[in-house]
Structure formats: C-alpha cells, structure tokens
C-alpha cells in the first residue's frame, strides 16, 4: 500500500489549503485514516482521523472548527480541508493509513505513511 500526499504550500495566515491523499496498491474502505504534522523542532503531532467508513471523525483540539477530514472512496482518497490556517500550522503534513478501520490517534499504530507535504503560513 503507498500514499501519496499533496497540496501544500504557501498560504497567509486566514487562508485556506486542502490537503490530498490518494491510496494505491489497496482500498480505501479497508483503513482507518490520518493526517499528522511535525514543525521544525517539534514531534509529529496528532491532527484528525477518519474511520473506514467515514461515518466518524476525531480531531486535535488545535484544528477543531478550522479543519476538516473527509474521503472519497470512488478516488481512493482523503482529504484535509484547513480553513483559517494560523502561522502554528505551519508544518509538514503526513497521511497515514492504519488497518484497524477505527479512529486512531496515536502514530504507532498506523501502518502505511505517505511521504509529507509542506505547509507554510505567513503571517
């Protein structure tokens, strides 16, 4: 199973970006999926999962209200929309997939990594 993460970039503070996550080599609906980022000098850190069906969501109080998580099983993808981004969400961003299903917080339990995309905001 691989990952492929895209839509970063540069954005101000208040923008919005939205964040892609296709899956191949396996199905969407298999997996339980997440989003995770890591600032410079920081650990990754926890941002929001989804479950397999797509019917739960759980997010980092940081991102609650701003972020949202969503997938589309006909692209085999999952998204990351950031609404009202803050220079404190600036990082790289990482998909993660975890065979579970269920909504997983914890970076050890995922299984398949995507290979990050850069977030930037500017004040």
């Known amino acids: 199973v691989q990952l492929q993460a895209c839509g970063g970039g540069l954005v101000q503070a208040g923008g919005s970006l939205r964040l892609s996550c296709v899956v191949s080599g396996g199905t969407l609906s298999s997996y339980g999926m997440g989003w995770f980022r890591q600032a410079p000098g920081k650990e990754r850190e926890f941002v929001a999962t989804?479950?397999?069906?797509?019917?739960?969501?759980y997010y980092h109080d940081s991102v609650k209200g701003r972020f949202t998580i969503s997938r589309d099983m006909t692209k085999n993808s999952v998204f990351l929309q950031m609404n009202n981004l803050q220079t404190e969400d600036t990082a790289v961003y990482y998909c993660?997939?975890?065979?579970?299903?269920?909504?997983?917080?914890?970076?050890?339990?995922?299984?398949?990594w995507g290979q990050g995309t850069l977030v930037t905001v500017s004040s």
């Open positions: 989804i479950n397999f069906t797509g019917g739960s969501t």
């Open positions: 993660a997939a975890n065979s579970h299903g269920s909504l997983v917080i914890t970076d050890e339990y995922y299984h398949y």
